[in-house]
């Protein structure tokens, strides 16, 4: 399975490196960064530059796209370079995805229309502005689209497709391998176990 | 604060840029990934290559360092430029840090003798090479110097790293923010959930 996971100026370094960190312990599996051209994009913070080392023409039929999110996703909404991919990859792939508010990508590239979708808990509404009906759940499945919620969110998508498209023992191989046996510090990663006031302050948080 | 990720080829991308998004999103806080020379390092699927923007010599004297583990620790082992950083570094730094097999070079530049420590389950015991007490736990915290286990364990460090350093609500917010409200698909994290057998299976897949 070959795995193309687009990169655009201002995406969250995890939205994207948690899916392909997973994908790239998986056997036989391909994860592939691509963009308009080859060549160096940086996140949101300004601080983390990945390549992309393909262009968009050099991967047009991914097994699975997997849209990052980030506060760049705003200007990236009129990228038609990008978005033109997106819909021409999804029409062959068997999983199109995103993560965080790289579901408003998805949305633009008109896949999401009458699905249902997740994105970041700070606009999941907003999802409706693209015909989706929003999910307050950490992964989406509709059909061949499938959403994750924000950031971290990538990880557990990336391990359920892999459990689907291969099998449990596969995906239970790669999450042992990475020691996913998360052990939060605090019950505070959803706006349902945070403490009064909090989501404003991470709001605030998001550059 | 000012917090240096260190790379060297073959790191897995996971452990640098988990403790990265982190740190990313903390108010004031700036993270900088150094090398012996600034440019592009590539990881240990030879899929993903992040740029280093300082070299060893620009930040002698950072306030956190973050080591990240990889297949490439074997061969990093003997890079005494890597080393000697880490052995300087660590004299000034609140915290020497590692992830997953990281703890290796902490080890090598001379940090864990008769310390508490971990790394990944897959090679725990071998912590003893360098004087260390190996111990099964996701965050070890002796002294000045702080090690996690495999992978996505550093997540979990930075987080907690945050928390004692500034305060639990900024470290909450982060936490919020990166929605990391983990839902793992399966309960096999660890060898200590782990079904029978999945172990060798996992370490296979460790390139």
């Known amino acids: 399975m070959?795995?193309?996971i687009p990169l655009y100026p201002r995406f969250t370094a995890l939205d994207a490196v948690g899916p392909y960190t997973v994908f790239a312990f998986a056997p036989g599996w391909q994860v592939t960064f691509v963009a308009a051209e080859p060549?160096?994009?940086?996140d949101d913070a300004g601080r983390l530059?990945?390549?992309?080392?393909?262009?968009?023409?050099d991967l047009p039929r991914p097994d699975v796209v997997v849209v990052p999110?980030?506060?760049g996703t705003v200007e990236a909404l009129g990228d038609r370079a990008l978005l033109d991919w997106?819909?021409?990859?999804?029409?062959?792939?068997r999983w199109t995805?995103?993560?965080c508010s790289g579901s408003f990508l998805l949305g633009a590239a008109g896949l999401l229309d009458g699905r249902r979708a997740t994105t970041h808990w700070g606009w999941l509404d907003q999802l409706t502005t693209f015909g989706a009906v929003p999910v307050s759940e950490r992964i989406v499945h509709d059909?061949?689209?499938?959403t994750a919620a924000g950031v971290s969110a990538g990880i557990d998508m990336a391990l359920f497709l892999l459990g689907t498209a291969v099998d449990d023992r596969t995906a239970q191989a790669v999450q042992l391998a990475?020691?996913?046996?998360p052990q939060p510090p605090y019950r505070c990663g959803s706006p349902a176990t945070a403490p009064a006031g909090l989501a404003e302050t991470a709001l605030s948080l998001i550059k």
Chains 1, 2 share one sequence.
């Not at 060549?39 to 940086?42: F, Q, W």
């Not at 997106?86 to 792939?93: L, P």
């Open 2 to 4: 070959h795995v193309a």
């Open 39 to 42: 060549g160096p994009v940086t």
């Open 49 to 57: 530059t990945l390549h992309a080392v393909a262009g968009y023409a």
């Open 69 to 71: 999110g980030g506060p």
């Open 86 to 93: 997106i819909t021409g990859a999804s029409r062959h792939a």
């Open 97 to 99: 995805t995103s993560v």
């Open 143 to 146: 059909g061949d689209v499938v």
């Open 178 to 181: 990475m020691e996913y046996d």
